[in-house]
């Protein structure tokens, strides 16, 4: 069954220091969201791309927070410094294609940050 | 603004019961509502999803009702099992806003063997 890989699944880290987590989607899916779900709430979107495009970066921290997906693959999402207010799951989906109306969307396991 | 309300935060069900799970909406532009069972530690799961121009769907012992006046969907899980022991999470999008999703704050479920 094909699955969202995303890495690393654990990261410590000191306040100020940069942090960079991996997302691999479903193979095929040109649609990929970076989440992020703070402990007892639901998840909340941080950016989306289509392909290698960013469609939504809107709820994105840009001072310190920034993602890309240079080849319309894979994404890294990056905190530069990260604070302590950072410490969350990371969760990264994808979804086939806003161009097929594709509604589903599949979630990897998540990249649990702590901040000390 | 919270787009999503879900309710109730935790619930306790024995063994066999029916779990119920509520969601309102605010958003009538919305087109697509999801339920998602997580796990501590893992990503959400897709669990069964409905479009507004259905009232009821049913997965094995997942359902789904939709009420569009009322803009509120619930899920019913039946023959609850102790497995089935996670935190569930509605949703809602619109695919004029790319799909993305407005989650509730999730509902906590314990069923109790």
């Known amino acids: 069954e094909a699955e969202v890989a995303q890495s690393p699944r654990y990261k410590i880290t000191e306040k100020s220091q940069a942090v960079a987590f991996w997302c691999d989607p479903i193979?095929?899916?040109?649609?990929l969201y970076w989440y992020r779900q703070i402990l007892g709430q639901g998840p909340e979107l941080l950016v989306q791309?289509?392909?290698?495009?960013?469609?939504?970066d809107s709820q994105l921290p840009k001072d310190r927070f920034s993602a890309e997906r240079l080849k319309g693959v894979d994404s890294t999402l990056k905190i530069q410094p990260a604070e302590l207010g950072d410490s969350a799951m990371y969760l990264c989906a994808s979804s086939l294609s806003l161009a097929l109306s594709s509604y589903e969307q599949y979630f990897g396991p998540g990249t649990r940050l702590t901040v000390t | 603004q919270q787009q999503v309300k879900q309710s109730p935060q935790s619930l306790i069900v024995q063994k066999g019961g029916i779990s119920i799970i509520n969601c309102a909406y605010e958003?009538?532009?919305?087109?697509?509502f999801p339920w998602y069972q997580q796990f501590p530690g893992k990503g959400p799961a897709l669990l069964i999803a409905?479009?507004?121009?259905?009232s009821e769907k049913k997965e094995g012992r997942f359902t789904i009702s939709f009420n569009k006046s009322a803009k509120q969907f619930s899920l019913h899980i039946m023959d609850s099992q102790p497995g089935d022991s996670a935190t569930y999470f509605c949703a809602a999008s619109r695919q004029t806003a790319g799909n993305k999703l407005t989650f509730g704050g999730g509902t906590r479920v314990l069923v109790k063997p």
């Open positions: 409905i479009r507004p121009d259905v």
């Open positions: 193979s095929g899916h040109a649609t």
């Open positions: 791309f289509q392909d290698e495009s960013v469609v939504d």
């Open positions: 958003n009538t532009a919305f087109d697509y």
